[in-house]
Every structure is written in C-alpha cells, then in structure tokens.
C-alpha cells in the first residue's frame, strides 16, 4: 500500500495535518511525539546492567578471587 504513495501524496498529508492541528500547535506536537519515542525506546532497550551483574570480585570463571 506505501509503494503507491508520491511525494504529492505526502504534501496532502502534511496539508490535512497543518488543517487539523494548526500551526502554532505543531512544536508542542512534536516535541511530545520526541519525548514519546525517547520513553518507548528506552523501555524497548534492555538495561545492561541487568544483564550483566558486576563483576568485582571475581575471576573469569566465576570463582570468587582469593583477598591477599
């Protein structure tokens, strides 16, 4: 269905979009739009931390380092 699209269909789009939400709303759009994708990238991300627990302490066998 997106291959048939054009650039003059995109403009439409734009045009209907300007219409809808006018002009001076536009930036807090998008800024709310910036900070949406941000959070849902950062959830979709897994945290290196987690999968990973700190490794102070021990060789790389797992075996806790003997203390001299």
């Known amino acids: ?3 048939n699209l054009t650039g003059w269909h995109f403009l439409v789009i734009l045009v209907v979009i ?3 939400f006018g002009a001076p709303k536009l930036p807090g759009l ?4 910036g900070q949406s994708m941000k959070i849902f990238k950062s ?3 897994p945290d290196r931390t987690e999968d990973h627990p700190s490794e102070a302490g021990t060789d790389s066998s797992g ?3 003997p203390k001299a």
Do not use: F, K, V
Request: charged share 10%; hydrophobic share 55%; aromatic share 0%.
């Open 18 to 20: 300007l219409l809808l």
């Open 63 to 65: 075996a806790p380092n």
């Open 30 to 33: 998008a800024r709310s739009l």
């Open 1 to 3: 269905m997106l291959q």
């Open 43 to 45: 959830e979709i991300t």
